[in-house]
């Protein structure tokens, strides 16, 4: 099956710096690539996704890139606030209606 | 539309006793999913549907959990006879058939089992 590794586990960066995880996953097949934010208390929120047949994506200040030669794939977040603050975490699937497989989740901290 | 609503937030019960927790998807997504998280880990997959039928099943998920989804709409995750290592979060989550747009997680349901 699916195995999806995440780095850094934690991550603190300075408000307005860029932040950036990254993910490596095994099945070659898989092909739908999610991104989440989960705050405390609270359910996992998508933020951004990218489908195989793209390498990049762009929504504001996040950015998703993908290298499906190399299976990884990662989150950037640029010009970071600290309401970013949260887990993130990333997953992959062979069909964005099947079942996901999530990595360990990376703890982000923005210090004003 | 709401989202996705779970209930109870958060359930303590003995260990041995059974519980129930429900999820009630977004109405026009045809597809339901629980997962389990536990602290510091990622979600797991658990099982999901797609309407009434249950179409996949972790081996996660032992002979002592049991999932419904009547009609297509509402989904039951009952646990029977709990054990302190079944102490976690429980996560629904529902998508529509192609999954265009991912899925959309509830808040959970916190169980401790004590």
């Known amino acids: 099956g699916e195995n999806v590794e995440q780095h850094p586990s934690t991550l603190s960066v300075q408000e307005g710096d860029s932040a950036v995880i990254k993910c490596t996953y095994s099945?070659?097949?898989?092909?739908?690539f999610p991104w989440y934010k989960q705050e405390l208390g609270k359910g996992p929120q998508l933020i951004i996704d990218?489908?195989?047949?793209?390498g990049e994506k762009k929504d504001q200040r996040i950015a998703v890139t993908l290298n499906k030669t190399a299976k990884h794939f990662s989150l950037h977040i640029t010009e970071t606030q600290p309401e970013d603050s949260a887990v993130y975490f990333c997953a992959a699937t062979p069909s964005a209606a099947r079942q996901l497989t999530f990595g360990s989740g990376t703890q982000l901290t923005v210090l004003p | 539309d709401t989202g996705v609503s779970q209930d109870p937030r958060h359930k303590i019960t003995k260990r041995g006793q059974n519980v129930t927790f429900r999820c009630d998807p977004i109405?026009?997504?045809?597809?339901l999913y629980w997962y389990r998280q536990t602290l510091g880990q990622g979600p797991e997959f658990l099982t999901y549907?797609?309407?009434?039928?249950?179409?996949?099943k972790s081996r996660l998920l032992s002979d002592r959990f049991s999932a419904e989804r009547p009609k297509g709409s509402f989904s039951t995750l009952e646990i029977q006879r709990t054990e302190q290592g079944d102490s976690a979060m429980y996560l629904c989550?529902?998508?529509?058939?192609?999954?265009?747009?991912?899925?959309?997680f509830g808040s959970g349901t916190r169980l401790t089992v004590v």
């Open positions: 549907f797609q309407n009434e039928a249950q179409l996949e």
């Open positions: 989550a529902s998508s529509s058939p192609q999954g265009l747009d991912g899925y959309t």
């Open positions: 099945d070659s097949a898989s092909n739908y």
């Open positions: 990218i489908r195989s047949n793209v």
């Open positions: 109405s026009e997504h045809n597809r």
